[in-house]
């Protein structure tokens, strides 16, 4: 059997590697091989490890819809810890991945402080972001990981979708923030950023926010 060592595999921006009957043992050493100084991404589900490349515009909007969150979120004031593209895996599930943003909102608390994260004792991120440009989401691997809601970002619309027992139910609004129509704020200020920049973008997002907030106590 011929073997190859994995830093010999070069993966092209946008395109990806499946590498078939990988055990968990092997997939922990290809993590451990590739580092954390990385531009890959990767997914593992039973035995199956894609490794893929994101195009620069992928990343873009990773940045741009991580920062409105962000902005949200503390307008809002609610405590959040954000972990980008942490490996989350479970060797009990045979799962991991590495989302494009997540964060910590609802369970924010119980891993405050925490160096390292252990998904068989540790609460998954409350909130995943993928960028669906290179067609890469799993939803089977975040539900199999009990993550609560995921937003898919694809085609220039942002899709919203909670968990629901073991499948994925696309929704109007977050729970997170009932009442607020991100899915096209989000779009919308996103957009933006590309034509006025993205602190005029994220300046404007805050004031929306805000709008929206002082409707809702007039109410």
């Not at 954390?36 to 819809?65: Q, V």
């Not at 980008?84 to 590495?98: D, L, Y």
Request: aromatic share 6%.
């Amino acid at each position: 059997m011929v073997q190859i060592s994995i830093d010999r595999i070069r993966v092209p921006p946008g395109q990806r590697v499946l590498l078939q009957a990988v055990s968990w043992e092997e997939f922990e050493a290809i993590l451990e091989e590739l580092g954390e100084g990385r531009s890959t991404r990767i997914a593992y589900d039973n035995g199956t490890l894609e490794i893929m490349t994101p195009l620069p515009e992928h990343e873009a909007s990773k940045e741009i819809i991580g920062d409105l969150l962000k902005a949200l979120l503390e307008e809002l004031d609610i405590e959040f810890l954000t972990l980008g593209s942490t490996t989350f895996k479970n060797q009990q599930m045979v799962q991991g991945i590495e989302p494009d943003q997540c964060f910590y909102i609802q369970n924010e608390a119980k891993v405050r402080g925490k160096k390292r994260l252990d998904l068989a004792v540790d609460p998954p991120p409350d909130l995943a972001i993928e960028i669906d440009i290179t067609s890469r989401t799993h939803p089977s691997i975040y539900a199999a990981l009990k993550v609560a809601e995921l937003w898919r970002f694809e085609s220039g619309k942002l899709q919203i979708n909670v968990l629901r027992s073991t499948q994925y139910l696309e929704v109007k609004e977050s729970p997170t923030f009932p009442g607020m129509a991100l899915r096209e704020a989000i779009v919308q200020y996103a957009n933006q950023s590309q034509i006025s920049g993205r602190n005029s973008a994220i300046k404007a997002f805050r004031a929306w926010v805000r709008q929206q907030l002082a409707s809702a106590n007039q109410s």
